[in-house]
């Protein structure tokens, strides 16, 4: 009964240390905007679509940072491959469900650093943003 007893808190303690391994990363999958029909002062308006929700402790108007991961080789000297992850800006929830969200761009980055696309897109990660 001992050894049992054993085997199962080893099989529980390894679950539990797995699950903290393989943590699941949050990201925009989906972007969707309104079409211009031509007016004076019409604007584009994007919404992202997140996979991250209430379940994760977002509600409306909570703030995510947008991250976008960059990797690059040194060809000359080392021959290794770097990722870089580079805050992009920031976005709002707008409206939150169980495990997903929509939401709006709060801030998009300012540095002058060359991404082929200068807003957000599918695949950037999120994070909730922490009170400084």
């Known amino acids: 009964m001992r050894t049992f007893t054993k085997f199962i808190i080893l099989n529980l ?3 539990m240390m797995t699950s903290k391994v393989f943590c699941k990363d949050y990201i925009i ?6 079409v211009l029909m031509g007016e004076p002062n019409e604007q584009s308006i994007k919404n992202y679509f997140v996979n991250i929700g209430k379940q994760q402790g977002l ?3 909570s703030v995510l940072n947008v991250y976008r991961s960059l990797t690059m080789s040194d060809p000359y000297e080392t021959k290794n491959r770097y ?3 580079i805050k ?4 709002k929830i707008l409206h939150a469900e169980d495990g997903s969200s929509i939401a709006l761009v709060d801030k998009i980055s300012d540095e002058k650093l060359a991404f ?3 807003n957000f897109m599918i695949g950037d990660k ?3 943003k922490l009170n400084d």
């Open 13 to 15: 303690f390894l679950i």
């Open 29 to 34: 999958y989906s972007v969707t905007h309104n």
């Open 59 to 61: 509600k409306k108007g």
């Open 83 to 85: 990722n870089y992850k």
């Open 88 to 91: 992009i800006g920031e976005i």
């Open 116 to 118: 082929e696309v200068r």
């Open 126 to 128: 999120v994070e909730v």
